[in-house]
């Protein structure tokens, strides 16, 4: 679901810095090779997590969420030098595809996969977080939230993909739509949390910019 005209989002995309030839590399054997491709961060938002990964410059990144780790990537581009990334995801058939591109990155000492589900990986992870980004299976959005509030130091950030849904969120939601319903609830909950300020900015399927204050 195109969120402005098609033109202008094209216009948008020419003039934003293009993506390191090992990113095109990694988004085109994803396209080839993996299943629901559409998963993938891709150039667009790439660039934007890589931009303000640089901006925020942080010691320690938590993603939920690693898919074939084109995200992780663009993240690890502002960390600091001797900062380190945590990526969780629960499937085992994406490790290698990972680890390739990882170690081709030059990243690979800085970046943590983690394999297993979130809602018990993140408890064992001893962080406090710059910087987290979370893009994983949308019915456990706000449980990932209760999880990772009290990791995030003061001042930090909190990146959350696919806050609009396709535009779901503003619709009559299905009585077996958890998806919908959880991002609903998610929305309302870092858009009125007083220890938050939230920019949800509708950018392919919704990026949210959330600072802990």
């Known amino acids: 679901m195109n969120f402005i005209p098609e033109a202008l989002d094209e216009y948008a995309v020419n003039h934003t810095q293009q993506e390191p030839e090992l990113l095109a590399r990694l988004s085109r054997e994803t396209y080839q090779k993996i299943l629901q491709p559409r998963m993938l961060s891709g150039h667009y938002q790439g660039r934007l997590l890589s931009i303000l990964s640089k901006i925020i410059n942080p010691k320690a990144i938590l993603e939920i969420g690693t898919y074939t780790g084109y995200s992780a990537i663009c993240l690890a581009e502002g960390l600091q030098k001797d900062g380190e990334l945590h990526t969780i995801d629960i499937n085992e058939e994406l490790v290698d595809f990972q680890k390739k591109y990882f170690s081709l990155s030059g990243f690979n000492d800085q970046i943590h996969t983690h394999l297993g589900n979130a809602l018990d990986i993140i408890p064992t992870i001893d962080c406090?977080?710059?910087?987290?980004?979370?893009?994983?299976?949308?019915?456990?959005y706000p449980a990932y939230f209760d999880l990772i509030i009290d990791k995030i130091k003061p001042g930090g950030v909190l990146l959350t993909d696919n806050v609009l849904w396709s535009g779901k969120v503003i619709e009559k939601v299905k009585e077996d739509d958890e998806s919908t319903k959880a991002?609903?609830?998610?929305?309302?909950l870092i858009a009125e949390d007083p220890r938050l300020e939230t920019v949800l900015l509708p950018i392919r399927d919704g990026l949210s910019i959330t600072r802990v204050k």
């Open 183 to 188: 991002l609903i609830i998610y929305n309302k």
């Open 128 to 140: 406090k977080f710059d910087l987290v980004f979370m893009d994983a299976d949308k019915p456990n």
